[in-house]
């Protein structure tokens, strides 16, 4: 089942799939949904990380000036106040899941079900596409095993509260897994957490996908002789003003008094590129040292298409240097053993507030060890980072050894393993086991 209309995916998944269903969207009761949006925010009221931090400042500006709005988040937030505990939390979250499966807006998953009769349901995110809750939760209902991938290494500490139930939780690493059970003990414990690494990474392994140095620089555009920086960008919802630092790289590349100056390939994020950032690559679209490529996805599903896989995975491949403000993209660089900076400084000229300035970022939870590791360089300042910038033209990666322990750590040393074999192994194995189980 899938609620993404996408023909690629569609195209692909046929050929291994008997049938493929798509999701309907159904109304859930009001009280339902409202007893939830409770539960979502006390459940950030307890965690209360730098993330969560960053989305209470975010609540708070949305709302700024609609006084219907902004008493309607005071409310639940004045509500959420009496579940903020790790025992209220568990009740308020037991509430939640019963409401939903007595108040479920249809019986059509429950047909569903007993005409496919699954062994196992697995959600592969548990964050992208609400469609999929209620599926899960009706098959948790009917003692259908189940399933749920933790779709990213920040998702524990920076989203909401798992509701639905699930039998079995698969994660990136021992650290997520730990932090789960940490997190939600004693209703998810050792038995339901499998670590099975994360397949967004396994096509930078496959042989498949690499291209000689000339193909990339040939579907870019760039001069074959010189070097390029890859620099990656954020979310302009979280990154304000982010074209600020983008146009000063610019500049102090284009000064540069060197032999051979470095080009730089600027990846914008295509689920929130700024208008001044499209301006600035407008700008620059015919430039010999500068170069917005466009990002080959779907539009309306926000996913990229398949050769889009074959452009980023080189891009990181042949740079030499990359540039980010804390992003997964880091880790993809440090695969690859190449130099990366982090932004550790505000855009110049703005005046963000403490919430969503890009400081933040690097202190998050989630990223905080691979900062600590000395896999990445924080840049403080501009001026550190144009420094950073030229100490690294024409010189060998100084902190590949911590990059390379870092990576092996993070990912239980099996990185170059297929993460997608993993995850269809351990839910056949969990399936097998769960029926057996069912059939005692």
């Given amino acids: 089942m899938t609620h993404l209309d996408h023909g690629e995916l569609k195209e692909f998944s046929s050929s291994y799939s008997e049938r493929i269903i798509q999701f309907k969207k159904y109304k859930e009761n009001p009280f339902v949904v409202l007893f939830r949006e409770i539960i979502h925010t006390a459940h950030y009221q307890w965690l209360w990380s730098e993330a969560v931090k960053y989305y209470w400042g975010r609540h708070n500006d949305r709302v700024r000036g609609n006084i219907r709005k902004k008493i309607k988040l005071h409310v639940w937030r004045m509500f959420g106040i009496f579940f903020a505990f790790r025992p209220m939390l568990r009740y308020g979250t037991k509430i939640e899941q019963w409401l939903s499966w007595k108040l479920r807006p249809t019986l059509y998953f429950d047909d569903l079900f007993n005409e496919l009769s699954p062994d196992l349901v697995f959600n592969c995110s548990h964050i992208h596409g609400t469609k999929a809750d209620l599926p899960m939760r009706v098959a948790s209902g009917m003692g259908i095993p189940t399933a749920v991938f933790i779709f990213s290494w920040d998702n524990l500490t920076s989203r909401s509260r798992i509701f ?16 789960l059970i940490e997190l939600y003990s004693p209703d998810i414990n050792i038995d339901q957490v499998h670590v099975t690494g994360s397949p967004q990474f396994d096509f930078h392994f496959k042989t498949k996908f690499y ?21 990656t960008t954020g979310m302009a919802s979280d990154f304000h003003n982010e074209n600020r630092i983008v146009e000063e790289v610019i500049k102090f590349i284009k000064e540069l008094e060197i032999k051979i100056r470095p080009q730089i390939v600027i990846r914008t994020y295509i689920k929130g590129t700024s208008k001044e950032m499209l301006r600035l690559a407008e700008k620059y679209k015919n430039d010999s040292d500068i170069f917005f490529p466009p990002i080959l996805w779907d539009p309306i599903w926000v996913m990229p298409l398949n050769h889009d896989l074959y452009v980023y995975s080189n891009l990181i491949r042949y740079a030499d240097l990359g540039i980010n403000a804390a992003s997964t993209v880091s880790l993809e660089l440090m695969m690859f053993k190449k130099l990366v900076i982090n932004i550790g400084f505000e855009p110049p000229g703005s005046n963000l507030p403490d919430w969503c300035k890009f400081s933040r970022h690097v202190e998050y939870e989630h990223y905080r060890p691979l900062v600590k590791s000395g896999g990445v360089i924080v840049a403080r300042s501009i001026k550190e980072l144009n420094n950073y910038i030229f100490q690294s033209l024409g010189t060998s990666n100084k902190i590949r050894i911590q990059q390379e322990d870092f990576i092996a750590e993070f990912f239980d040393k099996k990185i170059h393993r297929s993460s997608a074999s993993r995850i269809a192994k351990t839910l056949s194995r969990i399936s097998k086991a769960d029926n057996s189980v069912q059939k005692q």
């Fill in 211 to 231: 291209w000689e140095k000339q193909k990339l620089f040939n579907e870019i555009g760039l001069d074959i002789n010189r070097p390029y920086i890859l620099y």
């Fill in 164 to 179: 639905p139930p699930y039998d079995h939780y698969l994660l990136w690493n021992k650290k997520m897994a730990d932090k």
